[in-house]
């Protein structure tokens, strides 16, 4: 899709991924307004030529962002992303659904032409079947989880019942700069200080890592799926596990400092190997991730 001229909502996107599809719309010539709470994104992210409501998703407001900026597409990135504190509070996770069907019945009424949200990768579980590919069962391993696939099924739903077109991104770990939670930013936080990060476990579970290029790369290529496509969920990952002791060690070496975690008892609610298969998103749009972890790293101004 040619961007230009467009108009385009972004939830989120004072955060990570969410900052970065704004600065990719906006370097496009698309007319992008921005919604964020500021719970975990930045105001300086926020890409200066795009117009930012600082509001939260539920709020009743939402209504007139929609009314003012006429968006032909939303991107959803806005959700809680503190998973640990989510397995302790479930209830945590009640803003994020409320807020999402807040913004599909706006979508909805306004006339919005599609709606891109970002799932998780985290959907498949401690399944044994990896890579796990899109048709692999939901385990509810966590509220999180159970939140993320909430959303997911609403909009089915609203393209069942209104004829909202979507696109669904099961994203694996996305990692680069301007990430401020998870466990490689915590690692290159503590390690940058001359601290020793944590890691619950023993350091063997496994992710799925991709470089935030390849991930905006993913989400602009979801405007040219047609709107009468099967089953739009695609999952974005590289098919390859990385143990969480390698991560850390990769960032320690890059930062000229010891590998020395401190372990700590496993957590519940955690995913144990975790790694996507690309194949459906490969042959449908094209796309394949094409930064290795290493790569990736290296892009990133952490030294």
């Known amino acids: 899709m040619d961007v230009k001229g467009r108009r385009f909502l972004v939830t989120g996107g004072a955060g990570f991924i969410g900052s970065y599809v704004v600065d990719a719309l906006v370097s496009q010539g698309a007319i992008v307004s921005v919604i964020d709470n500021l719970s975990t994104g930045r105001k300086e992210n926020i890409n200066p030529e795009a117009t930012f409501y600082e509001i939260n998703i539920t709020d009743p407001k939402v ?9 032909e597409v939303v991107y959803h990135f806005a959700f809680n992303v503190l998973v640990p504190k989510s397995v ?56 999180y989880v159970v939140s993320k696939h909430a959303v ?25 700069e301007r990430q401020a939670t998870g466990a490689m930013a915590d690692y290159i936080r503590k390690l940058s200080s001359g601290q020793q990060a944590d890691i619950w476990g023993d350091g063997n579970k496994t992710r799925d890592y991709v470089f935030i290029d390849d991930a905006v790369r993913a989400n602009m290529l979801a405007l040219d799926l047609p709107e009468d496509y099967p089953d739009p969920i695609f999952n974005i990952g590289s098919g390859k596990e990385t143990t969480l002791n390698e991560v850390y060690g990769k960032i320690a070496a890059l930062l000229g400092k010891k590998a020395q975690p401190v372990y700590h008892p496993d957590r519940p609610g955690e995913q144990i190997r975790y790694c996507l298969d690309n194949s459906k998103i490969a042959s449908t749009l094209g796309w394949k991730p094409e930064y290795g972890l290493d790569a990736g790293l290296e892009r990133m101004n952490i030294i």
Do not use: C, W
């Open 63 to 71: 209504k007139e962002i929609f009314e003012e900026e006429k968006p």
């Open 88 to 143: 302790e509070n479930p209830l945590l996770d009640m803003d994020s659904i409320a807020g999402s069907l807040n913004i599909l019945m706006n979508a909805q009424k306004h006339g919005v032409q599609k709606i891109i949200f970002s799932s998780s990768g985290f959907m498949y579980g401690n399944t044994q079947h990896l890579p796990a590919k899109e048709t692999e069962p939901v385990d509810p391993i966590s509220p």
């Open 152 to 176: 997911e099924n609403y909009l089915k739903f609203f393209k069942k019942a209104h004829n909202l077109p979507y696109v669904i991104f099961r994203n694996a770990a996305i990692y680069g």
